[in-house]
């Protein structure tokens, strides 16, 4: 995705995904694709955040609350993350589409 596009929608966890934290890590699998994932600290926050289905500016809110950072670089980084697990058939997404 080019930095000029934005993603719109509500976001929720694929079905059919096996999960174990590691620390603050998140190791993922999809049975249905018999692969295998890794979230970081942040990834793994979203992810939790994710529990209920949350759009970009949703998660975006959520984690400038929580971390030190500038809301455009934390959407922009949002919606680079949510964009690589929606390749990877770990997303679903309703009402998608760009901006």
Do not use: H
């Amino acid at each position: 995705m080019n930095n000029s596009t934005k993603i719109c929608g509500t976001f929720r966890r694929a079905d059919g995904l096996l999960t174990a934290s590691i620390d603050e890590e998140l190791l993922m699998m999809s049975v249905e694709q018999g692969r295998y994932f890794n979230l970081n600290a942040v990834g793994s926050r979203i992810w939790e955040l994710l529990a209920e289905p949350m759009s970009v500016d949703g998660l975006t809110d959520a984690l400038t609350a929580e971390y030190d950072v500038d809301p455009a670089e934390a959407r922009r980084e949002v919606e680079r993350f949510l964009g690589a697990l929606r390749e990877r058939g770990l997303l679903a997404v309703d009402n998608a589409g760009p901006v």
